[in-house]
């Protein structure tokens, strides 16, 4: 046999309206937090992700980020290109040349898994949201458009004051040091060869 229920409390007529006219005026009498946009820029978060910038200076060709992109989204072109011995006797190299770099953007899921495997930072998040298209195809951005967003990069914060120096600049400054130190030093005279006979 079910337990009995317990005794419901008698409804007062009217209260459910009361409640809902209650809640009305609470969020009448809050300051409104409507962003007017497009007429008022918002205030970005100072590390926002928007779009991709690159810094095709930096790119090696090495196709990592293509590699690794889930969505297979950008697309890199280039070609080898023979670069001359530096010294007489020396090999001559070759390099890889970047003929064409571009994102879809319509295929883009922003995981932003390119700009952390990119060896060479290259690749950067711009904070710039405004690149909508009425045309699907005007969202793969060539490199010259990716090379625009890169001028909307803000800098790296700085670094905290009390944070251990990084090895390469530790490293960079002792070599430094040792060769001022070496410069420094006077040279001795060297003895004339063969002397006496």
Not at 78 to 101: C, I, M, Q, Y
Request: charged content about 25%.
């Amino acid at each position: 046999m079910a337990a009995p229920l317990p005794p419901s409390r008698p409804r007062i007529p009217g209260s459910g309206l009361a409640k809902g006219l209650a809640v009305t005026l609470r969020t009448m009498t809050k300051k409104s937090v409507t962003a007017q946009y497009p007429d008022t820029q918002p205030d970005l978060a100072p590390r926002t992700r928007g779009v991709i910038g690159l810094f095709e200076e930096n790119c090696t060709v090495c196709m990592l980020c293509a590699r690794e992109c889930p969505d297979w989204c950008i697309y890199i072109d280039s070609h080898k290109e023979t670069v001359p011995a530096a010294t007489p006797g020396g090999r001559e190299r070759s390099r890889n040349v970047l003929d064409r770099f571009a994102i879809d953007f319509s295929l883009c899921m922003y995981c932003g898994i390119c700009i952390e495997v990119c060896p060479f930072d290259a690749l950067f998040w711009s904070p710039e949201f405004e690149y909508a298209e009425t045309d699907i195809r005007e969202l793969t951005h060539e490199r010259d458009k990716l090379r625009e967003w890169m001028w909307t990069v803000p800098a790296p914060p700085a670094l905290d004051p009390g944070a251990e120096e990084p090895k390469e600049i530790a490293a960079a400054r002792k070599t430094a040091e040792k060769l001022a130190a070496a410069q420094a030093e006077p040279t001795e005279p060297t003895e004339p060869q063969g002397g006496e006979s």
